[in-house]
């Protein structure tokens, strides 16, 4: 009898690190074929939809582009955390209330076409998102609350903020009485990088993001002692590493990116606040950390990955209207096949025989 | 049918760039006490694996009472009537002793009867232990009985012990050598897994050298001398270790003053009143039986607890409400027990390993890792301390015990501390190795260093101590000169018996 089995690597293999994405992309083209297949579909016409059609245009590149951009930075911002052992699964509420206090400099002074408006909501977006992280921050350090439910509680009561506040105080006096702001002035939004298209020169920010995080994450010792703190919590105390600055700086990071997403999505596509900001770009972040490996440049493969499948989806469903289960299976297909493929590079396979 | 209980014939293992395992052949008896000895890395652990099933022979026959059988995992091992103690036990710390046995019993999940059949196994052996404590508070010898006794409920024919005498006091020992006999005598096979020569020759009836992955020979342990048996294992004679004579500083430079504090831990021991000091150009022994308040002495020493300033002094400076990074920027080091998870990361690299508590080192600039001077600190220690490894870049958990220990003892050393604290420096560690770190501590502390040791080996606190006082229950003996007092005394006073500990509590 046969018997497969998973043996440690004495070390880690690098050229792994590159094979199994590989390897993984292989296994899905097999079995969502089959699944294609199962239903009529061509698989290799349906497979260029999903993959190649996206980005067949300049418009489709700019759109993938807009859409990754918010995931790889909100990514970045969890990775850190998640290193540190700090798990953040609110960063759709520290993405809402960045985008409320960007929005509101917007609306108070977009009237004066001041230049100074766009940086002062940059800088008000990450303020937002922070103020939102200390939340959970303070009450872990100071009660030893579980961060994962603080933070994805506070995404509701964020959600409901939001709600509020474009229902209420902040809601369009001309807007017939829609649940919306009013629409935010050009000096407070991004320019577009090529005229027509909807990406913009926030994408520096996350540009600029992946290096700082990379460099934090690889070569400061900052971010050295997170991760000796998230890998061996009594090593970190044993070498006198300050635990509670480590949940800070994890919280406070995830909480920058997450508001400066929000902000860069209001003063972006979005141009204005309406009840819902995000199309859950803070949860499908966690994936993009863990499809990254939980390095900076994984989550910039891994932000890209995602949004191209969201817009694969969509084009799958628009041209073949295909129903979204089966989009979902194929993208489910795609993140399990992934992640499985990561135990490679840890751990080899060896077939025994009894 | 053969006469064997286990009978190996030409078991290899091969790992990537190692032979593990070379070939070896042993045959165990039926209540036979056979010895595997050897250095670390000489294939002992992984030849008991692979008679356990957690390791699979890349080649090689294991004949269990003449049949040729195939051991798949430990599972199976056990339904063979296998048992197997390991060095670093596997037992889980949140939940309770009886519970950590269920869980590896097969049949009716009853723990209340579990726990009457652990009481009486445990009287019947003489080895004491509450099935209802959390496992966590429990003292590393404690943890031992544990995984004894849950061997022993499976009634096994052959077990294994992997260095199972590290931790425990000479009593205890002779304990755990009547209940073996006992074992044996009942027909129950040992294999018994050490480098401590006098156990050996006390204990096995057979002994079976492995060295670098090949058995160099058998020898019946009890007819040739230690030594023998030492340049067998070795392949070369022991180094010795030399100490210079004793220049002591002035002033003490680490002092503890009626320290009292309680533990954090409910079954924990609470520390009264005690006090000590260590000067400069020694090394303070503190004996003791585990459990009796070193863990949360270290912990006080070392700042990952506080007390009160006053309690703890640094060359006459009160730093006892400093926290760990403030002492280690004063010069003290820490070599910590636990070597996996707290002395040094499991999943980075030991450059990185060295980083994280040699940044201070000049390893660190502006914030910003120096990649390359922290790669060359871990080179040099790595060369220092002879650490066998493949090099800076090697993840600590694939080091063995011993040369991990190396690496840790190295670095705390290389710091040039004014005051090292080191606790149980030599646990599970070889021959060879351990006689290394001795003789680095020694040599530490003839630099003007004050060492602090806490180990449970009195042999080794007689072998590098200039003084030695002992822990029981919270409170410090006052210490002795080594050549003043003997085992036996010591003996006397980890056991709570003596003038020392008389005063009122």
């Given at each position: 009898m046969m018997r497969i089995v998973l043996e440690p690597r004495p070390s880690p293999l690098p050229f792994m690190r590159i094979v199994a994405p590989i390897i993984a992309l292989v296994l899905t083209v097999i079995v969502s074929s089959l699944l294609f297949l199962s239903l009529g579909l061509n698989p290799l016409s349906t497979l260029e939809i999903f993959f190649i059609e996206p980005l067949s245009t300049l418009n489709g590149v700019s759109e993938w582009l807009l859409k990754a951009s918010p995931l790889i930075l909100i990514g970045l911002g969890i990775t850190i955390g998640i290193r540190a052992n700090v798990w953040n699964i609110g960063a759709e509420g520290m993405f809402t209330v960045g985008a409320i206090a960007a929005g509101w400099l917007a609306i108070t002074f977009g009237g004066g076409n001041h230049i100074w408006l766009l940086p002062a909501m940059i800088l008000a977006g990450a303020l937002g998102g922070m103020a939102w992280a200390a939340i959970p921050a303070f009450l872990k350090v100071k009660a030893n609350a579980n961060e994962i439910l603080v933070t994805l509680m506070l995404n509701y009561v964020a959600a409901l903020i939001l709600s509020y506040l474009v229902n209420g105080p902040m809601q369009d006096p001309e807007g017939m009485n829609y649940p919306q702001t009013a629409a935010f002035d050009p000096s407070a939004m991004f320019p577009p990088l090529v005229e027509g298209m909807r990406i913009n020169g926030s994408i520096v920010i996350t540009v600029v993001a992946v290096i700082l995080a990379w460099l934090f994450l690889d070569r400061s010792f900052v971010g050295f002692q997170m991760s000796v703190g998230g890998a061996a919590p009594a090593a970190a105390r044993y070498a006198g590493f300050n635990q509670s600055r480590s949940i800070w700086v994890g919280l406070l990071v995830s909480g920058a990116t997450a508001g400066l997403a929000g902000m860069m999505e209001a003063a972006g596509p979005l141009g204005q606040l309406t009840p819902v900001l995000s199309p859950g770009y803070g949860f499908t972040a966690i994936i993009v950390a863990f499809v990254g490996r939980l390095t900076p440049i994984g989550v910039v493969f891994g932000g890209l990955l995602l949004s191209l499948l969201y817009l694969g989806g969509e084009a799958v469903q628009m041209s073949l209207s295909l129903p979204a289960s089966v989009t979902r299976t194929f993208q489910g297909t795609l993140l399990f096949f992934l992640l499985a493929a990561d135990v490679l590079i840890l751990y080899r396979i060896r077939i025994r025989r009894r | 049918m053969s006469a064997y209980r286990l009978e190996l014939c030409g078991v290899t293992k091969r790992y990537p760039g190692i032979v593990a395992n070379d070939g070896i052949s042993l045959q165990v008896g039926p209540g036979e006490i056979h010895a595997v000895l050897g250095e670390n890395g000489a294939g002992k652990s992984t030849l008991m694996k692979i008679i356990y099933g957690a390791v699979e022979a890349d080649s090689g026959d294991v004949l269990w009472n003449g049949e040729k059988v195939k051991i798949a995992n430990p599972a199976a091992a056990r339904r063979l009537g296998i048992g197997m103690v390991y060095q670093h036990f596997s037992l889980f710390e949140s939940v309770s002793v009886v519970e950590n046995i269920a869980v590896a019993m097969?049949?009716?999940?009853?723990l209340p009867a579990l726990s009457t059949r652990i009481v009486r196994l445990s009287e019947r052996y003489g080895l004491p232990v509450d099935p209802n404590r959390l496992l966590h508070h429990l003292s590393v010898g404690e943890r031992q009985r544990v995984e004894i006794i849950r061997c022993l409920l499976q009634n096994p024919k052959l077990l294994i012990l992997d260095e199972p005498t590290s931790v425990l006091t000479p009593q205890a020992v002779r304990r755990l050598f009547e209940v073996l006999r006992t074992l044996a005598a009942e027909g129950c096979s040992i294999l018994y897994i050490s480098h401590k020569l006098d156990e050996i020759r006390e204990l096995c009836d057979t002994a079976t050298v492995l060295r670098s992955g090949r058995v160099v020979g058998t020898a019946s342990p009890k007819l040739v001398s230690a030594a023998e048996l030492a340049r067998f294992m070795v392949g070369a004679e022991l180094p010795d270790v030399h100490r210079d004579p004793v220049a002591l500083t002035p002033h003490p430079r680490l002092e503890a003053i009626g320290l009292s504090a309680r533990s954090d831990d409910p079954f924990g021991t609470d520390l009264s009143d005690l006090s000590l000091a260590v000067h400069g150009g020694e090394i303070l022994g503190i004996a003791g039986v585990s459990g009796n308040g070193q863990g949360e002495l270290l912990s006080l020493l070392s700042g990952e607890r506080t007390a009160s300033a006053d309690m703890i002094q640094l060359d006459g400076q009160p730093v006892g409400d400093l926290p760990v990074a403030d002492r280690r920027a004063l010069g003290v080091a820490f070599v910590p027990e636990?070597?996996?998870?707290?002395?040094?990361?499991?999943?980075?690299s030991l450059a990185d390993n060295g980083l994280l508590t040699a940044h201070a080192d000049g390893l660190v600039k502006r914030g910003f890792i120096d990649r390359q001077r922290v790669a060359g600190f871990a080179k040099a220690i790595i060369s220092q301390f002879g650490v066998k490894c493949t090099g800076p870049a090697a993840l600590a958990h694939s080091l063995s015990g011993g040369n991990l220990q190396k690496f840790i003892v190295g670095r705390e050393i290389s710091l040039s501390p004014r005051v090292l604290i080191v606790s149980?420096?030599?646990?599970?560690?070889d021959v060879a190795a351990s006689a290394f770190i001795r003789q680095a501590l020694i040599d530490l502390s003839r630099s003007g260093a004050a060492v602090l040791v806490i180990s449970e080996e009195l042999e080794e606190l007689f072998q590098i101590s200039d003084r030695i006082a002992v822990i029981y229950q919270g409170r410090l003996s006052r210490a002795t000169s080594r050549t003043a007092t003997n085992v036996e005394e010591i003996g006397l006073l980890m056991a709570g018996v003596g003038p020392a500990f008389q005063t009122a509590a």
């Open positions: - | 097969s049949g009716r999940f009853d636990e070597r996996l998870g707290r002395g040094a990361v499991p999943t980075i149980q420096p030599t646990w599970g560690v």
